[in-house]
């Protein structure tokens, strides 16, 4: 079943941006996030990075369950694992009472565990914010060719291109192995044994995963006979960096460099506790 | 002259095999030929167009003997690429094939891939869209069109390289009658330009317009064959292949069955309202596909559904067993709203076939897929094998030797679709229904595919979906005809024939249906109401056989 990557920008201010700007911005905010500790610089940063989403104009209902997904993680990876981490980060700190010890691992939640804790989170969402725009702004089509000129071997781009087409339709295969499964009464009960669900995912993960292999093989045979591959490629599809673009690349480039330039010197501030 | 492609003698044995899929085949295209090569499923068909474009023994590993000779060269000494630039190939499902977001990325996919430069690759995308008229879908995304476009556009994105040979694999399985025109008018102008197209089809009598300069007729990998379309119509199963219905009529002339014309038997009663749509809007996300359907479809009935690729019939089937909710109105199973029925309820009233068997295999042997079905209705050891016996007898898949220690992955494509019956049978539905039952079967399996599931006992009704009108006409109690968002006919089959505003001869005519031969025949012979014969029933009346008085 052939489905195509959701484009959701529309005329906004970043789905008239060249693609390569999409794909810039969010390596780069990794670069500045991965550098900053303290709290305030880090909230500047999520308020620049939501600005740049807003600015893509994605509209809410389309991408709800894919935040809900991204808070989910985030929480439970960045919160709860930045509270157990963060504990021993500032243990050191002056400024950090101790507010309550966790049961059973006995690991104390302290002021500076919160304040990591929160920077964690702070800092996957910045990054989350700036890569939503990647995922749902860039036209279909649009990725490889994009890949492609910022130097990736056209094998890889194209490579990039058709698993962003792979993804939403192996997604419509498993609905409809899902629909195909329950008009042979399969109906899951509920059960709390991880083991007992994986097996119960069996008649949908067998059909979908194999049926994936026989339509990759098609698609690589209609590669193939079309000579993909065999010689160094054109592109009928011509990008255009515009001076905006280059402003909004340069404004986050600048991030990096201060950023960068901070850390090397010494001079990123260090944690922040509250 | 020397021929584009040439095999002399080539036998071709997939390394996972013991049995050879092509047996000492010989043939030559050259420019300004049609090739058809037409044959059973399994015959070594596909790998006869595998040896032609490259992929045997290249993506597919296999021993090949004999000559292969490509523009006069020995094919082993040419690349991929280089066999590619001689011969196109259409792949059977377009789906597959079409790998550009959009219609103009798709036609230029090829040319990039060349090198050649972006002006010349628009100019060109152009002027093949206008040739087959798509100029208006260019920017259009391969998803939004119908399956006839989307055919179309597989067709443009191989043609735009200008190969010599164009092999075109099954085209007519996925299409329905005035896209299969369309495609072979397309193919048509392409051979009188100078190009030269091998095709692969089970429907032979749709192929017969293109007037073939050779046919080859392959069964179990030999050549049965080879000769002109005269000769192969004469010598021709109506049982293996598609005829056409003009020379089902010549055969009964030239050799009388001596069988007498049997009127058809009145339609099935109808019983209480087993499928019930009341002012039912149906469509995805916010997308209407059908309005205002209210019809019922009865116990005891076979229906068939027609109409355009892309009209809703599978929409309209699908909101059956609650694959697709209504927008508005009810859709009711059994005087119940299917959304308010759960699995084990609805399985027990409706089986539903989809259009690929393997959508629903995942069970290492036939026997543990047989089981599935029961086991998830709570049936017990014993009664699950009992009901898996019976199942698989009437899909007559029992005679297989070994069948159900068998992978189903590795049972052939007709033999899946018998199992994916039998799997619903497990379920003992009193409902079939079939999306396009016999698409991509050649005309014995589809046969026998077919005649096994009308005698299914505990089966009271078929409402099934399909492009082939004939088959239709001829199998069906009543006939809906989707168009246009709605359902625009909906009579008895010689109601539907008779019916002329329905019909239409030449592509872009006002009528929903493409006119066959044999409708204009049962038009002509066939009986004023009811069912309608089957083809070859048909032509034994048309060729002056005397009737028999109907009881």
């Known amino acids: 079943m052939e489905v195509s990557p959701r484009y959701l920008a529309g005329r906004s201010f970043l789905g008239r941006r060249d693609p390569r ?50 808070l989910v993680f985030v929480l439970i ?160 599809r011509q990008l255009r960096f515009g001076a905006v673009d280059y402003l909004v690349v340069g404004f986050f480039l600048l991030l990096a460099l201060l950023a960068t330039t901070a850390s090397l010197t010494g001079r990123m501030p260090a944690l922040w506790i509250f | 002259m020397t021929a584009l492609v040439e095999l002399q003698g080539v036998t071709v044995t997939y390394r996972s095999a013991v049995r050879p899929a092509l047996v000492d085949a010989t043939v030559s295209i050259s420019a300004g030929e049609i090739v058809l090569v037409a044959g059973p499923s399994g015959c070594g068909k596909s790998t006869l167009l595998r040896v032609v474009n490259g992929l045997v023994p290249r993506s597919y590993r296999a021993e090949v003997s004999g000559d292969v000779l490509v523009n006069g060269q020995d094919a082993t000494a040419v690349s991929l690429r280089g066999i590619a630039d001689t011969v196109g190939t259409l792949l059977q499902n377009p789906a597959k094939q079409v790998v550009g977001h959009s219609v103009l990325a798709e036609l230029a996919f090829g040319l990039e891939n060349r090198g050649v430069r972006p002006a010349e690759i628009l100019s060109r995308a152009q002027a093949v869209a206008r040739r087959l008229g798509i100029e208006d879908l260019l920017e259009s995304a391969p998803h939004e069109l119908s399956g006839g476009q989307l055919q179309l556009v597989a067709f443009a994105g191989i043609l735009i390289l200008e190969p010599a040979l164009i092999i075109v694999d099954e085209p007519l399985a996925n299409l329905d009658p005035d896209a299969s025109h369309r ?108 309005s205002d359907v209210t019809t019922r479809l009865h116990a005891g009935e076979r229906v068939a559904i027609l109409g355009h690729n892309g009209a809703g019939k599978s929409t309209l089937l699908r909101a059956a067993v609650g694959l697709v909710e209504p927008l508005s109105g009810e859709v009711l199973l059994d005087d119940v709203p299917v959304e308010t029925l759960g699995a084990k309820d609805l399985v027990a009233i409706c089986g539903y076939l989809f259009q690929n068997p393997a959508q629903a295999l995942f069970s290492d042997t036939v026997a543990a897929e047989l089981t599935f079905g029961p086991k998830n209705l709570g049936r017990t050891e014993a009664e699950t094998l009992e009901i898996s016996r019976v199942a698989l007898e009437a899909v007559l898949l029992h005679e297989e030797p070994e069948i159900l220690s068998r992978p189903p992955r590795t049972l052939s494509f007709g033999q899946q679709r018998r199992l994916a019956v039998a799997l619903a049978l497990t379920l003992q539905p009193r409902t079939l229904i079939l999306d396009e039952p016999t698409a991509g079967q050649d005309e014995r ?107």
């Open chain 1, 21 to 70: 700007v999409l794909i810039g911005v969010p390596a780069l905010t990794v670069v500045v996030a991965a550098q900053v500790e303290d709290l305030r610089v880090m909230a500047a940063l999520v308020v620049i990075a939501f600005a740049y989403y807003a600015s893509a104009r994605i509209p809410l209902r389309e991408v709800r369950s894919n935040w809900t997904f991204v």
């Open chain 1, 77 to 236: 990876m960045a919160g709860i694992n930045g509270i157990i981490v963060g504990a021993q980060a500032s243990a050191t700190s002056d400024d950090n009472a101790t507010l309550a010890t966790i049961p059973l691992i006995g690991v104390p939640v302290t002021i500076g565990s919160i304040s990591y804790a929160t920077n964690l989170t702070l800092r996957f969402l910045a990054i989350a914010a700036t890569g939503f725009p990647l995922a749902f702004s860039i036209r279909p089509g649009d990725l490889a060719v994009a890949f492609a000129r910022l130097g990736l071997p056209s094998r890889f781009a194209y490579g990039i291109d058709l698993t962003f087409k792979f993804l939403p339709s192996t997604a419509a295969s498993l609905a409809e192995t899902i629909a195909a499964q329950r008009l042979r009464g399969y109906e899951p009960p509920p059960t709390h044994n991880p083991i007992k669900k994986v097996l119960q995912l069996r008649p949908l993960m067998v059909p979908v995963t194999v049926n994936s292999f026989i339509d990759a093989e098609d698609v690589v045979d209609a590669l193939d006979l079309r000579g993909f591959g065999t010689q160094k490629r054109t592109w009928l």
């Open chain 2, 183 to 290: 495609l072979l008018d397309a193919v048509r102008e392409y051979v009188r330009g100078g190009g030269a197209a091998l095709i692969v089809e089970h429907r032979v009598d749709e192929i017969v317009a293109l007037a073939p300069d050779l046919v080859l007729y392959l069964d179990q990998g030999a050549t049965r064959y080879s000769g002109d379309l005269a000769g192969f119509l004469a010598v021709a199963s109506p049982q293996a292949v598609k005829l056409p219905f003009r020379t089902l009529v010549d055969r009964h002339r030239s050799e009388p069955d001596g069988l007498p014309v049997v009127p058809e038997p009145d339609c099935a009663t109808a019983g209480a309202s087993r499928l019930e749509f009341v002012d039912a809007h149906l469509g995805y996300g916010r997308t209407t596909i059908l």
């Open chain 2, 445 to 551: 399996s589809a046969t026998h595919f077919l005649d096994a599931i009308w005698d299914l006992p505990g089966i009271d009704s078929i409402y099934f979906i399909t492009h082939d009108i004939d088959m239709a006409l001829s199998r069906a109690d009543r006939v809906l005809v989707v168009s246009d968002g709605c359902i625009v006919a909906d009579d008895t089959p010689a109601a539907i024939v008779h019916d002329t505003g329905l019909w239409h001869t030449v592509v872009g005519g006002t009528g929903v249906l493409r006119e066959t031969d044999y409708v204009r025949a049962a038009r002509e012979h066939g009986p004023r109401s009811g069912r309608m014969p089957r083809a070859w029933d048909l032509a034994r009346q048309v060729a002056g056989a005397p009737p028999v008085p109907a009881p």
